[in-house]
């Protein structure tokens, strides 16, 4: 059985720390991503739906690929796993005013919904999850 | 099933696999209802920075739901128009008087959604919901009807069905103008955990797929709209209510002042289109 992390050892939204171009070189959690569960998140519409702005040819099982962002082929080849995680916690780090939202940010919002305030829209495991699923998208 | 592949380049990724595509209408049909032809594409307003040709929701659509449109007598929408012509005539109230009592025919009503929202005499903007209650209350000696209900969808169908291919025209000036602009920082307002403005979807992304659905540039010429998923018409406030719950933000009521400011700046963006209502959309 994998433990859960300690609580102590997750970063928490503000406090995770960012390189020069918006990138995160440590792990959120200290435990490796699951790509599978990744995988599954970058499907789930209450996740990260992130098949509603972006195609995936991996995910050609799927209905209906949005194309609001850049297709994802091979993003684990031109991405580092540092660069991906950074994407996924904040990508205004690295694309400033991009429609793509923040996964990883609990503020900072206006007129968020009552039972979200301070909450992020995926957890740290989560995203630590979605950047070990991106990692196996290789041209 | 004419699931036809939207590009080139989704064609060959799709080859051979059984992804679903969503059914596209053509965005070049025109828009002919009992031989009038709509004005569904023409220049944009000259208050408009980042878009110079405005397009009406119908051409985002399936080339099923663009034919429902197309056919009154498949569009459910006219039935609403049915019920609201019933009632027009309906003496309800103290007064003892209809909406026909003062304004003679419905086909008086003309033009009045073409320059909905509007401000009333002492300066308030007010939706064609709040000039109806208006009536009602202070005439008729009756009570508001719910801005939602079955009532209300009714009299705002008809009567903007008298408008039906009159371009949409609200004045932006003058008293209107701080409501105007109300409206404008509401649309470049990113709201929500999701933080995403009205501007992100119908101005940036008009055209593209966001996941099953067709991006238009989200204009309200075709309302109240008869919605394949509501089935039923639906007003004005609640689809903007919903649009902006989807960026998982609380929203504002129907009938708020803020929604009203809304509304207006963003009927001005489809200035020039025709009005459409009763429209369909999926």
């Known amino acids: 059985m994998a433990a859960a992390p300690a609580l102590a050892d997750v970063v928490a939204p503000g406090d995770v720390v960012f390189g020069e171009y918006g990138e995160v070189e440590t792990s959120l959690t200290g435990v490796p991503g699951d790509s599978a569960a990744g995988r599954e998140a970058f499907i ?18 799927q209905p209906f690929h949005g194309e609001v962002g850049p297709m994802l082929d091979g993003v684990g080849d031109r991405w580092s796993e540092a660069d991906l995680r950074g994407i996924i916690v904040n990508s205004k780090n690295i694309f400033p005013d991009t429609i793509m939202p923040a996964f990883y940010e609990n503020a900072g919002f206006i007129n968020t919904r009552e039972d979200l305030i301070g909450e992020t829209i995926l957890t740290a495991q989560q995203v630590e999850d979605v950047v070990a699923y991106l990692m196996t998208l290789q041209d | ?122 300066g308030e903007l007010w939706a064609m919901e709040d000039y109806i209650n208006n009536c009602r209350t202070e005439r008729m000696g009756a009570e508001a009807w719910g801005w939602e209900s079955a009532d209300m969808l009714n009299m705002t169908s008809m009567i903007s069905y008298q408008s039906r291919g009159m371009p949409v025209d609200v004045q932006i000036d003058g008293e209107a103008a701080e409501y105007w ?102």
């Open chain 2, 181 to 282: 602009e109300q409206g404008r920082e509401m649309y470049y307002t990113r709201y929500g955990q999701l933080n995403l403005s009205c501007a992100n979807c119908h101005e940036d992304n008009y055209g593209n797929m966001l996941r099953a659905d067709h991006l238009s540039q989200g204009h309200v010429n075709g309302f109240p709209v008869y919605r394949l998923k509501w089935a039923g018409v639906g007003s004005i406030h609640r689809r903007l209510r919903g649009c902006i719950s989807d960026t998982r933000a609380e929203t504002f009521a129907r009938g708020s002042d803020e929604l009203t400011a809304l509304e207006l700046y963003v009927a001005s963006r489809g200035a020039g289109l025709s009005v459409e209502s009763p429209s369909v959309r999926n």
């Open chain 2, 1 to 122: 099933m004419p699931g036809t592949a939207r590009k080139a380049t989704m064609a060959a990724l799709l080859a051979g696999t059984v992804m679903v595509v969503p059914a596209l209408g053509d965005e070049s049909a025109e828009l002919v209802i009992d031989g009038e032809v709509f004005v569904t594409r023409t220049e944009a307003p000259e208050h408009m920075d980042y878009i110079s040709e405005i397009s009406s929701g119908w051409l985002f659509r399936s080339a099923e739901t663009q034919a429902v449109q197309m056919d009154d007598f498949d569009n459910p929408g006219m039935l609403y128009v049915d019920g609201g012509l019933e009632e027009w005539t309906n003496v309800d109230g103290s007064e003892g008087q209809s909406c026909a009592s003062c304004h003679d025919d419905a086909e008086s009503m003309a033009g009045v959604r073409t320059r909905m929202p509007q401000v009333n005499a002492d």
């Open chain 1, 44 to 61: 789930n519409r209450g996740l990260g739906n992130c098949l509603a702005c972006h195609e995936n040819s991996e995910m050609s099982d």
